[in-house]
T-cell receptor, first 111, second 109 residues
Framework: QKEVEQNSGPLSVPEGAIASLNCTYS??????FFWYRQYSGKSPELIMS????GDKEDGRFTAQLNKASQYVSLLIRDSQPSDSATYLC???????????FGSGTRLLVRP | EADIYQTPRYLVIGTGKKITLECSQT?????MYWYQQDPGMELHLIHY???????EKGDLSSESTVSRIRTEHFPLTLESARPSHTSQYLC????????FGSGTRLTVV
């Protein structure tokens, strides 16, 4: 079992829809959770971080964390074609903040 | 505006050459990392450092070496490049979430 698991996709949604990206992790002691966006040929850029159970909203993005279920998700509202990218879930397994990355979910937003 | 810089952006080099990929950050972060990523594939941690004179190997075995003599500088060296080293190399620094550099795309011919 991988430490951080994501569905590779592609997840295809129409423009204006809500895209829901999911991630599960294996270590119950994980403390910090991050979502990165990576365009093809570019380096990852940080979108959201979340540290406690519940929802965290930032513009069109909402991160959701459920530590009991070892599950973290990213919702993108009013999806735009420019949101088409690979979304990486990353988890810090301990206080060192060394991140373990999932393999990423490719999102395609259809105009 | 990038606060972590990688050079060169692209490098094509012959087999057997020694190369150094440069990474510098201006944020004063103690923690720095090198990742390797093939196109469309996962990020693999190859080296990390938690401060000056501290370096550790990552989860992916690599023939490269790193040094950390100054907080802001974390270069990666390949003593003898091989075609199997062809990949993208990403440097990152962090306090909490990572900030990545633009990467170096290395091709060994």
């Amino acid at each position: 079992q991988k430490e951080v698991e994501q569905n590779s996709g592609p997840l295809s949604v129409p423009e204006g829809a809500i895209a829901s990206l999911n991630c599960t992790y294996s270590d119950r002691g994980s403390q910090s959770f991050f979502w990165y966006r990576q365009y093809s040929g570019k380096s990852p850029e940080l979108i959201m971080s979340i540290y406690s159970n519940g929802d965290k909203e930032d513009g069109r993005f909402t991160a959701q964390l459920n530590k009991a279920s070892q599950y973290v998700s990213l919702l993108i509202r009013d999806s735009q074609p420019s949101d088409s990218a690979t979304y990486l879930c990353a988890v810090a397994m301990d206080s060192s903040y060394k991140l373990i990355f999932g393999s990423g979910t490719r999102l395609l937003v259809r105009p | 505006e990038a606060d972590i810089y990688q050079t060169p952006r692209y490098l094509v080099i012959g087999t057997g050459k020694k190369i150094t990929l440069e990474c510098s950050q201006t944020m004063g972060h103690d923690k720095m990392y090198w990742y390797q990523q093939d196109p469309g594939m996962e990020l693999h941690l190859i080296h990390y450092s938690y401060g000056v004179n501290s370096t550790e190997k990552g989860d992916l075995s690599s023939e490269s070496t790193v040094s950390r003599i100054r907080t802001e500088h974390f270069p990666l060296t390949l003593e003898s490049a091989r075609p199997s080293h062809t990949s993208q190399y990403l440097c990152a620094s962090s306090i909490y979430g990572y900030t990545f550099g633009s990467g170096t795309r290395l091709t060994v011919v």
